[in-house]
Protein backbone atom coordinates (compact mmCIF):
# COMPACT_ATOMS: atom_id res chain seq x y z
CA UNK A 1 0.00 0.00 0.00
CA UNK A 2 1.67 3.50 -1.01
CA UNK A 3 1.93 6.24 0.88
CA UNK A 4 -1.07 8.28 -0.85
CA UNK A 5 -3.35 5.47 0.08
CA UNK A 6 -2.52 5.37 3.44
CA UNK A 7 -4.90 7.53 5.40
CA UNK A 8 -2.36 8.12 8.35
CA UNK A 9 0.76 5.85 8.68
CA UNK A 10 1.70 7.05 11.71
CA UNK A 11 -1.80 6.44 13.63
CA UNK A 12 -1.03 2.89 14.67
CA UNK A 13 -3.99 1.43 11.79
CA UNK A 14 -3.34 -0.23 8.85
CA UNK A 15 -6.20 1.40 6.43
CA UNK A 16 -6.53 3.30 3.65
CA UNK A 17 -7.70 6.38 3.00
CA UNK A 18 -11.35 5.14 2.20
CA UNK A 19 -11.48 2.79 5.10
CA UNK A 20 -10.80 5.88 7.53
CA UNK A 21 -13.66 7.56 5.82
CA UNK A 22 -15.89 5.10 6.29
CA UNK A 23 -14.77 4.74 10.01
CA UNK A 24 -15.25 8.19 10.58
CA UNK A 25 -18.55 8.38 9.20
CA UNK A 26 -20.05 5.35 11.09
CA UNK A 27 -18.35 6.92 14.20
CA UNK A 28 -20.60 10.41 13.19
CA UNK A 29 -23.33 8.20 12.59
CA UNK A 30 -23.27 7.17 16.40
CA UNK A 31 -23.21 10.48 17.53
CA UNK A 32 -25.64 12.06 15.15
CA UNK A 33 -28.28 9.41 16.71
CA UNK A 34 -27.77 10.88 20.12
CA UNK A 35 -27.91 13.86 18.80
CA UNK A 36 -31.14 13.57 16.67
CA UNK A 37 -32.93 11.69 19.65
CA UNK A 38 -32.24 14.62 21.99
CA UNK A 39 -33.57 17.25 19.50
CA UNK A 40 -36.31 15.99 18.69
CA UNK A 41 -37.67 14.92 21.87
CA UNK A 42 -36.45 18.21 23.49
CA UNK A 43 -38.60 19.67 19.67
CA UNK A 44 -41.60 17.46 20.37
CA UNK A 45 -41.75 18.60 24.13
CA UNK A 46 -41.58 22.53 23.71
CA UNK A 47 -44.57 22.17 20.50
CA UNK A 48 -47.20 21.03 22.92
CA UNK A 49 -46.83 23.68 25.94
CA UNK A 50 -48.21 26.60 23.27
CA UNK A 51 -51.25 24.32 23.71
CA UNK A 52 -51.46 24.01 27.01
CA UNK A 53 -53.98 25.98 29.17
CA UNK A 54 -51.62 27.61 31.16
CA UNK A 55 -49.84 29.20 27.95
CA UNK A 56 -51.82 32.56 27.91
CA UNK A 57 -50.58 33.40 31.54
CA UNK A 58 -46.77 33.50 30.41
CA UNK A 59 -45.08 37.12 30.13
CA UNK A 60 -44.38 38.65 27.69
CA UNK A 61 -40.36 38.18 27.75
CA UNK A 62 -42.08 34.17 28.69
CA UNK A 63 -43.56 33.42 25.09
CA UNK A 64 -40.50 35.72 23.50
CA UNK A 65 -37.83 32.94 24.92
CA UNK A 66 -40.30 30.36 24.38
CA UNK A 67 -40.28 30.61 20.88
CA UNK A 68 -36.35 31.62 20.71
CA UNK A 69 -35.86 28.13 22.42
CA UNK A 70 -38.43 26.18 19.89
CA UNK A 71 -36.96 27.73 17.21
CA UNK A 72 -33.41 26.81 18.30
CA UNK A 73 -34.65 23.18 18.73
CA UNK A 74 -36.14 23.38 15.37
CA UNK A 75 -33.03 24.24 14.12
CA UNK A 76 -31.15 21.79 15.90
CA UNK A 77 -33.67 18.83 14.80
CA UNK A 78 -32.85 20.33 10.93
CA UNK A 79 -29.38 20.56 11.75
CA UNK A 80 -28.96 16.83 12.99
CA UNK A 81 -30.92 15.47 10.16
CA UNK A 82 -28.82 17.26 7.41
CA UNK A 83 -26.46 14.23 7.06
CA UNK A 84 -28.43 12.34 6.44
CA UNK A 85 -30.28 14.08 3.32
CA UNK A 86 -27.04 14.66 1.86
CA UNK A 87 -25.99 10.69 2.66
CA UNK A 88 -29.07 10.45 0.30
CA UNK A 89 -28.72 13.03 -2.50
CA UNK A 90 -24.42 11.96 -2.47
CA UNK A 91 -25.33 8.17 -2.43
CA UNK A 92 -23.10 6.02 -4.79
CA UNK A 93 -21.31 9.18 -6.01
CA UNK A 94 -17.64 8.17 -4.15
CA UNK A 95 -18.24 11.48 -2.15
CA UNK A 96 -17.59 9.92 1.48
CA UNK A 97 -15.49 13.22 2.51
CA UNK A 98 -17.30 15.59 1.69
CA UNK A 99 -20.25 13.57 3.68
CA UNK A 100 -17.89 13.45 6.88
CA UNK A 101 -16.57 16.90 6.59
CA UNK A 102 -20.48 18.42 6.08
CA UNK A 103 -21.63 15.91 8.59
CA UNK A 104 -18.65 17.04 11.17
CA UNK A 105 -19.44 20.32 10.39
CA UNK A 106 -23.08 20.01 10.95
CA UNK A 107 -22.94 17.31 14.23
CA UNK A 108 -20.85 20.88 15.73
CA UNK A 109 -23.99 23.11 14.77
CA UNK A 110 -26.60 20.99 16.21
CA UNK A 111 -24.37 20.56 19.30
CA UNK A 112 -23.91 24.51 19.39
CA UNK A 113 -27.72 25.32 19.04
CA UNK A 114 -28.67 22.39 21.25
CA UNK A 115 -26.91 23.74 23.69
CA UNK A 116 -28.39 27.12 24.02
CA UNK A 117 -31.90 25.20 24.10
CA UNK A 118 -31.31 23.57 26.58
CA UNK A 119 -30.37 26.40 28.47
CA UNK A 120 -33.25 28.74 27.03
CA UNK A 121 -35.41 26.10 28.16
CA UNK A 122 -33.97 25.70 31.54
CA UNK A 123 -34.20 29.26 31.76
CA UNK A 124 -37.78 29.16 30.60
CA UNK A 125 -38.85 26.55 33.14
CA UNK A 126 -37.29 28.73 35.94
CA UNK A 127 -38.87 31.94 34.44
CA UNK A 128 -42.11 30.51 35.34
CA UNK A 129 -41.32 28.56 38.31
CA UNK A 130 -39.01 31.62 40.07
CA UNK A 131 -39.97 34.36 37.39
CA UNK A 132 -37.07 36.95 35.71
CA UNK A 133 -34.44 36.51 38.29
CA UNK A 134 -34.88 32.99 38.69
CA UNK A 135 -34.81 32.37 34.98
CA UNK A 136 -31.34 34.79 34.55
CA UNK A 137 -29.50 32.45 37.21
CA UNK A 138 -30.87 29.20 35.58
CA UNK A 139 -29.25 30.39 32.29
CA UNK A 140 -26.40 31.57 33.30
CA UNK A 141 -25.74 28.29 35.60
CA UNK A 142 -26.89 25.94 32.65
CA UNK A 143 -24.38 28.38 30.07
CA UNK A 144 -21.78 27.68 32.33
CA UNK A 145 -22.62 24.06 33.21
CA UNK A 146 -22.86 23.44 28.81
CA UNK A 147 -19.56 25.80 28.01
CA UNK A 148 -17.68 23.41 30.77
CA UNK A 149 -18.64 20.39 29.68
CA UNK A 150 -19.22 21.06 25.78
CA UNK A 151 -16.02 23.34 25.50
CA UNK A 152 -13.66 23.66 28.02
CA UNK A 153 -13.61 20.07 29.28
CA UNK A 154 -13.02 18.45 25.41
CA UNK A 155 -10.48 21.08 25.33
CA UNK A 156 -8.39 20.37 27.71
CA UNK A 157 -8.60 16.83 27.49
CA UNK A 158 -7.35 17.28 23.64
CA UNK A 159 -4.27 19.90 24.97
CA UNK A 160 -3.17 16.51 26.89
CA UNK A 161 -3.78 13.65 24.62
CA UNK A 162 -1.26 12.73 22.40
CA UNK A 163 -2.09 13.73 18.91
CA UNK A 164 -1.34 12.18 15.54
CA UNK A 165 1.64 10.30 15.56
CA UNK A 166 1.63 9.59 19.23
CA UNK A 167 3.07 13.20 20.18
CA UNK A 168 1.83 15.37 22.63
CA UNK A 169 -0.43 18.61 21.10
Given at each position: ???????????????????????????????????????????????????????????????????????????????ALM????????????????????????????????????????????????????????GVL????????????????????????????
Amino acid sequence: MSDAEHADAHDGRNETVAEQLDRNWTALLQELRVLQTGTQLLTGFLLTVAFQPTFRGLAGWQVALYLAVVSLAVVSTVVALMPVALHRALFRRRAMAELVRWGDRMLRLGMASTGIAIVGVLALVFGVAAGLAGALVAGVLGALLVGVLWLALPAGVRRHEPGPGGTSV
